[in-house]
């Protein structure tokens, strides 16, 4: 017999070998038919694997993120096979369950496919899942998985083979499909009843542009189609509120070939918006001690092989700029941190002087592959509200709870109120991937852990989340429509400190190393500013728009006196500009709405008259008529109301 130890702390008794599964079953027939994985000891296995020790146990169901990733990885395998039945002789790299559904890299070895052909895959998996094939798990020799992958003559499989030790490798089958895998999976087939196909994408084989480009196929799934319809809807809403449509609409960004791919291009209502958020954190930062300091685009390669981004990023970065003196390199600014090392090092430091912060709005660039670029939200070159902390041990947590003070501060004026903290760690199981001693890592980890619940955050824990050099506290925003960001993020850092050999000098008169806390609200004014988008659909708070005023006079003959309101509007530093086309009236305002401008100010011969102007919101809404000055005051106490 084993002890099974439930999530309520109730101890079960059971027969050596029994199932996750089963377990479900001697609790209740009803919980049985809805369990798709399970947890055993905290790892997500297949519901049907045998249970051979005492173990904690946790039965998984639709409503457990990890049971969505374990259907959604299982649909996978699932399209696979449709895929495989349709086009023989296809060839298969990898098919992951990632936030929202999953994907398949599908190598169609020459046969034509495209989103057209969605439909018919679509309607074979739906005939494949209500056969209700169960998923099998064998565990194989790696000789056994080498033949069986070279005789079905699949380059990729064997690739990822040989990258595997014998002993490790486990194929699961459901139907006729067989795969390398290491699940888990769902008991079986039968419990996918929604399916949708959603995108056909190019990827390079493991993400390399020197390998061949494979056929990335999106879709997603669900236990009911009612599920399906709600996710369909928001996809609609979601292409309504792109920023990228949004962003060309509203005149904020683009790009050009010509400057390269990745590198936006700030339009002047976009350059007003980024720079009316700026203002805004600047102020906020001022007021809570920062000092703004400015460090250059670029820095000397022993700076980051110093700050150990070199050896961490170095080939995935842009190539070095050579100089004319040999053996000199620079590299384009990846981070900010190890500039503002050198700067809190340019002088000496008392604990007197700690704590020390440090704000830039610092530009950085990073070489992401071509397929990876999104629109904002995934760039090669953006600007971070960047600041880092220098404090003595004793103030960490202090300075880590007023962080966290700003960030909710920026998300209240933003209106983000659904989110949650995610506390990142390292990997306990894979510690190579970080630099720092143990101590200082544990230390570092429970400031964070210690300071969010301080201030009673509703967190979750991820671990090998953390950055290289230290854990952090990610905020993950879900926008209007459902969907989670990662925004604002606050790090605390034992590491560089260390590397850049930091001081300053204790009360006891002896050199001590300081604390880091690497903190940026936004994260960056690209990706903030794509979210910010997305989220209020292009309605920006009155405060931050652009241009919240637009004159619209109904002929060419009351342009002289639109123009006077304008002067009159910018005395008063209010934004706005007035449509001088030679267009009707209703075209005007079609067009305003499209551009989503908050307030127009319609100017025919009674307003010229009276001197006063015809008010409509965007919307709609109509404020009737009001004198010049009345509007100005009504505007501004509006302003500050949104403010």
Known sequence: MINITLPDGSVRSYERGITALDVAKSISEGLARNVLAAKVNGNVVDATRSLHENCHLTLLTWNDKEAKQTMWHSSAHLMAEAIEVLYPNTKFGIGPAIENGFYYDVDFNGQSFSTDDLAKVEAKMSELAKQSNAFSRTEVSKSDAFNYFTKKGDEYKLELIDGLEDGQITFYKQGNFTDLCRGPHIPNTGF??????????????????????LTRIYGITFPKKSELDEYLLMLEEAKKRDHRKLGKELELFTFSEKVGMGLPLWLPKGAALREKLVQFLQKAQVAAGYMPVITPHIGHKNLYVTSGHYEKYGADSFQPIQTPREGEEFFLKPMNCPHHCEIYKSSPKSYKDLPVRYAEFGTVYRYEQAGELHGLTRVRGFTQDDAHLFCRPDQVKEEFCKVIDLVLYVFKALDFKDFTAQISLRDPEN???YIGSDENWVLAENAIIESAAEKGLNTVVELGEAAFYGPKLDFMVRDAIGRKWQLGTIQVDY?????????YTGSDNQKHRPVMIHRAPFGSLERFVAVLIEHCAG?????LTPEPIILLPISEKYNEYSQKVLDLLKINDIRGHFDERNEKIGKKIRDAETKKVPYMLIIGEQEMFEESVSIRKHGGEDLGKMKVEDFINYFKQELTINQ
């Open 192 to 213: 996918i009843k929604a399916i949708k196909l959603t995108s056909v994408a190019g990827a390079y084989w493991r993400g390399d542009e020197k390998n061949k480009q």
């Open 539 to 543: 309605n920006f708070p009155l405060w």
């Open 431 to 433: 510690k190579t991937k």
């Open 495 to 503: 590491n560089l400190p260390e590397r850049f050999e930091l001081e």
